[in-house]
């Protein structure tokens, strides 16, 4: 009995980005922003953490976005509604901090980690918060669901690093332009890892600019996601080592070694990439195998 | 009285040969054929002092059992060691015998005599059951319906502890709910100890026999996360069983342990053995090694240096800070390792990994030990020998030097009393001493332990379980 895929819908042209409900009533009875789930496709699949990047309790549902990089979320990208996925363990993780803040919070989503943003911003507007969204990405074509913080946020900013939408820049840079503004209370970064270094490096208090609380969300490799097996393990300023899936994933990003966690997600990138092409390969020939058996047929 | 015949040399177990099972995943130790099951019976000596069973943490019946394999009466004989042991066919291949039954055997007390091989025979007796399983008659197997008006209790966690607390309960006609973290249940049957010393199949089979007396499994379920006790007893389980065993992997404080190479025995272990990394039809990845060092001197070292060299490791160390004869691990593994080429430094301690450019590890530094005055747990204490550091050239660090508790759970139950160092305190009962419909065994009240133990606290809690139930209902 698996987890039931109830849509899918692809959020760029590419179909390299898409977002998919599943059926897990139990697990969104329980998740809050924050929270990530693992997922294993079938019997042979690896172990995947995702970030919730919304729940519906009523419904019983939980939406992630998923990004095609490697060879397992490629091959999620191809299920369909109506198809199941084997395992579906969640919620983990802590959920965030969520509570009203004098001043504006702001997030600052990058890429697929506009997503996880979601939840979190509209739980600290529920609790009364002044919040400010800034999404960006690499190109228009990347950036999804500014309709979906819209309805909600007090203010929304949309950067590309190409111009192609909204302000030409990094996320960083509209946030540097708010802290210039006005006193901001918190701010939580969910995107690539060089990004929120970039926004920790900003916020840390130690340049010109106030120092202001800054959340990071971790998305180290990981196995359990429960503090058994220390593969998402990082390394705090301080030298401590702390485990992702059970002290984060979100944390306190100007407590984070970076440069360290940066080295770490480059584990398996050789092995990856192998593998990849050889999947890509596998469904290329299986492709060609079905289009010639319907030209014959 | 006839006087007793001494047999003082032990049935030889077939193996793989030493060269090609370092190379592939299948089971090392082959089992005995009937013949040489009935060779070693006979060397029993049936003392009436029973002196073995004082060695068994469950106290099988060992005489007995071993009595009814000379009458050729296997069924007997199995049946005779389940009144203890639930899961002889696991026992059988992962009891530290030597330091149990067969180190308390009269016979091995002869002089150039060895004991019985015990635990060869319990494994043969259990694999003997698994070929010619007994028919299960239509109306012992479990029906659903009858699901009801039976009481509720729910197991936290799948290993052997919980199994077989499991299992004693459903027998006794309780509705029994085991929730598992992993997608997969058996503990560290499953996830820690390696397909060539345990094939999974054989705890599948355990398993499987679990969900025929009417167990349900829910996988997937990390208690504290989806669901916490007070969930479930608002779901109307009557009383909690945890088994979660002592999960949390130690990484040496050492500089280099955030470098890439550097894993825990735990991460390890279960991306090969949960994950099955070595076959290549699955998805789950493995840092590969060329030189690899493991730390540590127990089973969890013996398991991942041995798969280390299955993986095609060229070299494999076992770096350990105390000498051959304080090795914790099974007798059967150190020999096992040793044979198929793993190399032991004893009285060494790791001091530093090193690393690359690339933030991989690159070699090791190590530091010469003595041994001195035996510590608190009586063994010697290894002592530091200062300015004799070398390194060694390495790719791969594997940390196999103990584990602690996971408080996910037990941190987020309210009131549940723990030690000071995270375990769940209980009573002799293994009822907590903080709430009284909570019961616990197993690695998360005595810390890291034995598969036999385990399931001795799992079959002690099942019966103080049965005793509280039926004076509340
Ligand atoms: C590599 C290795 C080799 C070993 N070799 C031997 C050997 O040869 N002989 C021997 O006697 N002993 C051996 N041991 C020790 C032995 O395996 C353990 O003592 C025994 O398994 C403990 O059983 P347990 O039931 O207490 O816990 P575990 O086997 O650890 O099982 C605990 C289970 O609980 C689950 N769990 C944890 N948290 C939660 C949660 N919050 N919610 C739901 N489920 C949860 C876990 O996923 C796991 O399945 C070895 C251990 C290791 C790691
Ligand atoms: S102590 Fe050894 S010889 Fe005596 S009954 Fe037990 S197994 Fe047989
Ligand atoms: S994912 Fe295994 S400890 Fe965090």
Sequence with gaps: MGTKIVSKTFLNPNKTVFEMVVEAPLVAKKAKGGNFVILRIDETGERIPLTVADYDKEKGTITMVIMAVGKSTTQISKLEPGDEILDFIGPLGNKAHIKKFEHPVVFVGGGVGIAPCYPQAKEMKEEGNHVIAILSARTKNLLFWEDKFREFCDEVFITTDDGSLGMKGFGVDKLKQLMLEKPLSQVIAIGPMIMMKFVALLTNGKKDLPLIPTIVSLNTLMVDGTGMCGGCRFQTMHGETKFACVDGPDVDGHDVDFDNLLKRNTRFVRVEKIRLEKYNEECRAINKFCEEKEIEG | ?473
């Design chain 2, 1 to 473: 009285m006839p006087k007793v015949e001494i047999i003082k040399e032990r049935t030889p177990m077939p193996h793989q040969d030493a060269k090609i099972r370092a190379h592939n995943f299948e089971e090392v130790a082959l089992g005995f054929t009937e013949e040489m099951a009935l060779a070693e019976a006979k060397r029993c000596m049936q003392c009436k002092n029973r002196a073995c069973v004082k060695g068994c943490p469950v106290e099988v019946a060992i005489p007995e059992f071993i009595a009814l394999i000379l009458e050729k009466d296997y069924r007997g004989a199995l049946k005779k060691i389940k009144e203890t042991n639930v899961l002889p066919a696991i026992c059988g291949r992962v009891c530290p015998q030597e330091t149990q039954c067969e180190q308390y055997c009269t016979l091995g007390k002869i002089k150039d005599s060895k004991p019985v091989g015990i635990g060869r025979l319990e494994r043969f007796v259990a694999d003997w059951d698994l070929v010619n399983p007994e028919e299960i008659s239509p109306e012992d197997a479990y029906c659903e319906d009858v699901d009801d008006d039976r009481l509720k209790v729910a197991i936290i966690g799948g290993g052997p502890a919980g199994l077989t607390c499991a299992g004693e309960l459903a027998n006794l006609g309780y509705s029994v709910t085991i929730f598992e973290a992993f997608h997969k249940t058996g503990g560290v049957l499953v996830y820690g100890i390696p397909e060539f010393r345990l094939p999974k199949d054989i705890v599948k089979k355990e398993i499987d026999k679990l969900k025929e007396c009417g167990v349900k499994i829910e996988v997937n379920s990390v208690i504290g996360q989806i669901l916490d006790i007070e969930d479930l007893r608002k779901m109307g389980f009557k009383a909690f069983f945890i088994g979660v065993g002592a999960g949390l992997p130690v990484f040496l404080k050492i500089p280099g342990t955030e470098l890439n190479g550097v894993l825990s025995a735990n991460e390890y272990l279960t991306r090969v053995n949960l994950m099955k990394a070595y076959d290549p039809e699955y998805d789950t990845m493995v840092d590969q090694g060329k030189n690899v060092a493991v730390f540590g001197g127990g089973n969890v070292a013996m398991d991942s240096a041995r798969t280390a060299l299955r993986l095609g490791a060229e070299k494999v160390m076992i770096i350990y800070r105390r000498s051959e004869k304080e090795i914790p691990a099974r007798r059967e593994e150190y020999e096992h390792a040793v044979e198929e080429g793993v190399e032991f430094h004893f009285l060494r301690n790791p001091t530093k990994i090193i690393g690359d450019d690339e933030g991989f590890v690159k070699a090791i530094e190590v530091l010469k030990m003595e041994l001195g005055e035996p510590d608190a747990s009586g063994r010697r204490r290894p002592i530091a020998q200062p300015r004799t550091e070398y390194i060694i050239d390495v790719d791969l660090c594997i940390m196999a030097i103990g584990a602690k508790a996971n408080p996910l759970l037990t941190k987020k139950t309210k009131n549940l009393k723990l030690n000071k160092w995270d375990y769940i305190e209980v009573n002799e009962k293994g009822q907590s001493v903080s709430i009284p419909d909570v019961f616990a065994g197993g690695d998360i009240v005595t810390g890291s332990a034995t598969v036999i133990s385990a399931m001795g606290a799992g079959k002690k809690a099942a019966a103080s379980i049965h005793e509280y139930l039926l004076n509340i209902y």
